[in-house]
C-alpha cells in the first residue's frame, strides 16, 4: 500500500522517546494506530522488558513473537513485538554461525551478558537489529510485510548511544557477521526511512531534555522527526482575562457582583467564594504563561510539533484511538 500524504510519508521506522513520565509509550502505541489507520498493517516494538505494551492495549504479558493487538480506525492492523535479548541473540547465532541449539544452552550460562561484557553495547545492537530487520523484510510478493513500524525506544538521556552504539560495535569486530550486521542496522537507523520523535510536556525539565537530546542526535548524524507536546490542557479563559491575571489584577470584587447576578451564591458567601477562584484563576494564568514560554523554547529546534490533548478520564483503549485521531488530523500520520 502507498505511504499516506503526511509529514512522514517516507518514512518506516518511528523511533519514539522521552523524558521519563512524559507518556512516551502512550504516544508510540496512538502513533502506531495512527499510522495503520486506512488498512495499513503497522509493528509497534518496544525493548525495554516493561510490558508497557501489553498494559495500555490491557492484554497479558506480550510473547517473543509478532501477534495482531488492534484494528485501527477505518481498518488496518497494528502488531507488537516485545523484544527479549537473549531470544534476539539465539536468532542471531543461528543465522550467522547456525548454533542456535547450542546457544539454547549458551543462554543458560549468561551469553547475553557474556556477549555484551565482551563487545559493550551488543545488546541494543541486538534489539535495533531485530526491529530493522522488521523494516527490511519482504513477503513473497516482494513487498514489505509492514507498511511502518514504530520503536518504543529508551528515554531521551540514552537515544543517541542507543541507536549510534551499532557504529561502535562495528568498530571492535572489523570483520565478521558482528561487523556487517551492525553496519545493516546503522545504515537503516541513519537512512532516510527513519524519524526519531521526541515526546515532552510543557514544562522546564522535559522541554530542555528534549532540546538536549536533539542537539546530540543532530551532533550524530541521526534524524530527527517530530516533537509530540502530550497532555496539552486547553485554557478555559479568553486571553485578555489571562493577561490581567498574570499581573495581579484580576477583580475578585467584580467577580463576587457577577456570582450574586447569577445566583451562584447569597451575599454573605460571594465574596469569599470570588477570592478563592480569583486565587485559581491567577494560579492558571500563571501556568498558562508559563506554558507559552516553554511552546517558544520548543521552536528553536525547528521540528514540526504536535500538541497531544490531555485526557480527561486517563489512558485507556479509548483514549489511544482519540489521541490517534489527534495525530491525523495532524499530519503526524
Same mark, same amino acid.
Given at each position: 500500500?502507498?505511504?499516506?500524504?503526511?509529514?512522514?510519508?517516507?518514512?518506516?521506522?518511528? +523511533?519514539?522517546?522521552?523524558?521519563?513520565?512524559? $507518556?512516551?509509550?502512550?504516544?508510540?502505541?496512538?502513533?502506531?494506530?495512527?499510522?495503520?489507520?486506512?488498512?495499513?498493517?503497522?509493528?509497534?516494538?518496544?525493548?525495554? $522488558?516493561? &510490558?508497557?505494551?501489553? &498494559?495500555?492495549?490491557?492484554?497479558?504479558?506480550?510473547?517473543?513473537?509478532?501477534?495482531?493487538?488492534?484494528?485501527?480506525?477505518?481498518? $488496518?492492523?497494528?502488531?507488537?513485538?516485545?523484544?527479549?535479548?537473549?531470544?534476539?541473540?539465539?536468532?542471531?547465532?543461528?543465522?550467522?554461525?547456525?548454533?542456535?541449539?547450542?546457544?539454547?544452552?549458551?543462554?543458560?550460562?549468561?551469553?547475553?551478558?557474556?556477549?555484551?561484557?565482551?563487545?559493550? $553495547?551488543?545488546?541494543?545492537?541486538?534489539?535495533?537489529?531485530?526491529?530493522?530487520?522488521?523494516?527490511?523484510?519482504?513477503?513473497? @510478493?516482494?513487498?514489505?510485510?509492514?507498511?511502518?513500524?514504530?520503536?518504543?525506544?529508551?528515554?531521551?538521556?540514552?537515544?543517541?548511544?542507543?541507536?549510534?552504539?551499532?557504529?561502535?560495535?562495528?568498530?571492535?569486530?572489523? +570483520?565478521?557477521?558482528?561487523? @556487517?550486521?551492525?553496519?545493516l542496522v546503522s545504515g537503516v537507523v541513519k537512512s532516510p526511512e527513519t524519524a526519531v520523535h521526541f515526546v515532552t510536556l510543557l514544562e522546564e525539565m522535559p522541554v530542555q531534555e528534549t532540546l538536549d537530546g536533539i542537539a546530540e542526535l543532530r551532533a550524530a548524524g541521526l534524524p530527527a522527526g517530530g516533537i509530540?507536546? @502530550?497532555?496539552?490542557?486547553?485554557?478555559?479563559?479568553?486571553?485578555?482575562?489571562?493577561?490581567?491575571?498574570?499581573?495581579?489584577?484580576?477583580?475578585?470584587?467584580?467577580?463576587?457582583?457577577?456570582?450574586?447576578?447569577?445566583? +451562584?451564591?447569597?451575599?454573605?458567601?460571594?465574596?469569599?467564594?470570588?477570592?478563592?477562584?480569583?486565587?485559581?484563576?491567577?494560579?492558571?494564568?500563571?501556568?498558562?504563561?508559563?506554558?507559552r514560554a516553554e511552546r517558544e523554547s520548543l521552536t528553536e529546534a525547528g521540528l514540526t510539533r504536535y500538541e497531544l490533548p490531555l485526557l480527561a478520564d486517563g489512558v485507556d483503549l479509548a483514549g489511544?484511538?482519540?489521541?490517534?485521531?489527534?495525530?491525523?488530523? &495532524?499530519?503526524?500520520?
Open positions: 500500500m502507498d505511504s499516506p500524504d503526511t509529514d512522514w510519508a517516507d518514512v518506516r521506522l518511528h +523511533v519514539v522517546t522521552g523524558k521519563g513520565g512524559t $507518556g512516551k509509550t502512550t504516544v508510540a502505541a496512538a502513533l502506531a494506530l495512527a499510522l495503520a489507520s486506512g488498512g495499513r498493517k503497522v509493528l509497534l516494538v518496544e525493548v525495554e $522488558g516493561r &510490558q508497557g505494551i501489553a &498494559q495500555i492495549f490491557d492484554l497479558p504479558p506480550l510473547p517473543y513473537e509478532e501477534r495482531r493487538i488492534a484494528v485501527a480506525p477505518d481498518g $488496518g492492523d497494528v502488531y507488537a513485538l516485545a523484544i527479549d535479548p537473549e531470544e534476539a541473540m539465539l536468532e542471531y547465532m543461528e543465522m550467522f554461525y547456525g548454533m542456535r541449539r547450542a546457544g539454547r544452552a549458551l543462554t543458560k550460562m549468561g551469553i547475553v551478558d557474556f556477549a555484551t561484557t565482551v563487545a559493550p $553495547g551488543f545488546r541494543d545492537v541486538l534489539v535495533t537489529g531485530k526491529t530493522t530487520e522488521a523494516v527490511r523484510r519482504r513477503g513473497r @510478493n516482494g513487498r514489505r510485510v509492514y507498511d511502518a513500524v514504530v520503536l518504543d525506544a529508551p528515554p531521551t538521556g540514552r537515544i543517541t548511544r542507543f541507536l549510534n552504539v551499532t557504529k561502535e560495535v562495528a568498530g571492535l569486530a572489523r +570483520v565478521g557477521p558482528i561487523k @556487517n550486521h551492525s553496519e509530540f507536546i @502530550n497532555m496539552v490542557r486547553q485554557s478555559l479563559l479568553p486571553q485578555a482575562a489571562l493577561d490581567t491575571a498574570v499581573k495581579g489584577r484580576f477583580d475578585s470584587e467584580e467577580l463576587a457582583v457577577g456570582l450574586k447576578a447569577a445566583g +451562584v451564591t447569597d451575599g454573605s458567601q460571594a465574596q469569599a467564594l470570588a477570592e478563592a477562584l480569583a486565587e485559581e484563576v491567577e494560579e492558571h494564568a500563571h501556568r498558562t504563561e508559563l506554558e489511544l484511538y482519540e489521541l490517534a485521531e489527534s495525530m491525523r488530523n &495532524q499530519g503526524a500520520a
